[in-house]
């Protein structure tokens, strides 16, 4: 299934859960939001499932609505992985004179929530803040089952589905702040995410997805997830080594080679350009920049 989160065009409307009836409609559910639907388990996509039998008339076209992130506004940080693609680890070495060597573990950091924005919406250049406004695409995981110390063996067991995410860096303040990177990540509106989360059920070859990023039609970023240095079990295993992980949590698992920064010469972000990142079976994002 293919759960979302929408609202009327109208300014001020609620936001209310969906899922996907077809390629142009949709039904709602009825529940509080996506994480209230997320923590009931079984039952909260049965509920899904039951309002996909309702009638025809019933359903709700997409495009007389707006779509929100499918977790507008997540309870923690989202989670994210650096350096999860050899290429792109090497393609930006020249920034890290003093890591040559792919790491043992992987590298984690945090994006705050209100970084979360919407799969068709602005992302702001906060002008006067960063000049160099990057892309990343990445495979977002959500949580669905609670577990500490979770064994990689049971790891795909807490995985509830899948998202599109691109995760907007401002490179130079990335830089500037002794090189921890949750400042630079961490800018409003630098996490769009969506269309919607496709169920686990509906993705049984995440290890085999094409991942992509075009700037204003030009492909910048076109790889495939089974080139992930530390696969999804791998990384749930290592995160929730000593932490909980709770159903609605988010992981971003890291981006392939193509990233603006690395290039000859750099490539930024700028106001008026459009981003799109698609992940193969999952979505596309199309965001504004400005």
Not at 132 to 146: F, P, R, S
Not at 194 to 210: E, M, N, Q
Request: with cysteine; charged share 25%; net charge positive.
């Amino acid at each position: 299934m293919r759960l979302l989160t929408f609202a009327a065009k109208k300014k001020g409307a609620p936001a209310r859960v969906g899922v996907m009836s077809g390629p142009e409609h949709l039904m709602e559910v009825k529940v509080p939001d996506m994480l209230a639907l997320i923590g009931r388990g079984k039952k909260g996509l049965d509920l899904a499932r039951t309002a996909l039998k309702q009638k025809s008339s019933k359903a709700i076209q997409i495009s007389a609505v707006r779509l929100l992130a499918p977790i507008p506004r997540p309870r923690k940080n989202v989670f994210c992985v650096g350096w999860n693609y050899v290429e792109h680890f090497e393609e930006g070495a020249k920034a890290r004179p003093n890591v040559v060597e792919l790491p043992k573990h992987p590298t984690f950091f945090t994006k705050q929530p209100l970084t979360v924005n919407g799969p068709y919406d602005r992302i702001p250049v906060h002008a006067g803040v960063t000049e160099k406004l990057d892309w990343e695409v990445e495979l977002g995981v959500i949580i669905g089952k609670a577990g500490i110390n979770i064994k990689e063996a049971d790891a795909m067991k807490h995985v509830f589905g899948y998202t599109v995410i691109n995760d907007v860096s401002a490179r130079e303040i990335q830089r500037q702040h002794g090189q921890q990177w949750f400042k630079g990540k961490s800018l409003d509106g630098h996490c769009p995410m969506g269309p919607w989360i496709v169920t686990a059920d509906k993705v049984r070859d995440w290890w085999d997805l094409r991942v992509v990023t075009r700037v204003n039609g030009a492909i910048k970023q076109d790889s495939n997830t089974r080139h992930m240095y530390f696969k999804i079990p791998r990384i749930i295993a290592e995160l929730s080594a000593g932490m909980t992980l709770e159903p609605g949590d988010i992981i971003s698992t890291g981006t392939p080679a193509g990233v603006g920064h690395a290039r000859t010469p750099p490539e930024f972000l700028k106001k008026g350009d459009l981003l799109e990142t698609e992940i193969a079976g999952i979505g596309l994002l199309k965001n504004p920049i400005g």
